[in-house]
Nanobody
Framework: QVQLVESGGGLVQAGGSLRLSCAAS????????MGWFRQGPGKEREFVAA????????GYVDSVKGRFTISRDNAKNAVYLQMNSLNPEDTAVYYC????????????????WGQGTQVTVSS
């Protein structure tokens, strides 16, 4: 299996930027498709972004397209989420997840999850 630890969350003003990192354990990181999900207060967890094993394919929920960028560095066992032009609706706990599938936007396809990191955007 793989263990995931998120970092980089915090409090930022609307219009600002944050870069989230997800550090993965193990020697087989490149075998997993990776994704980011988030859960705002009183809301269900939702898909944010996904990236394939090789990094060739990426996808985003419509609300973050053009603002967020997912990337991975298989040599460092890490996946990142660059978040620009943040707004208060982006406030949530962000989770990194790993899937045996090459690429998926579905929460049910992810087998391993990190503990989450809080992102708060003030207006």
């Amino acid at each position: 299996q793989v263990q995931l630890v998120e970092s980089g969350g915090g409090l930022v003003q609307a219009g600002g930027s944050l870069r989230l990192s997800c550090a993965a354990s193990g020697r087989t990181f490149s075998r997993y498709g990776m994704g980011w999900f988030r859960q705002g207060p009183g809301k269900e967890r939702e898909f944010v972004a996904a990236i394939s094993r090789s990094g060739v394919s990426t996808g985003y929920v419509d609300s973050v397209k053009g603002r967020f960028t997912i990337s991975r560095d298989n040599a460092k066992n890490a996946v990142y989420l660059q978040m620009n032009s943040l707004n208060p609706e982006d406030t949530a706990v962000y989770y990194c997840a790993a899937s045996y599938s090459d690429y998926s936007v579905w929460q049910s396809d992810y087998e391993y999850w990190g503990q989450g990191t809080q992102v708060t955007v003030s207006s």
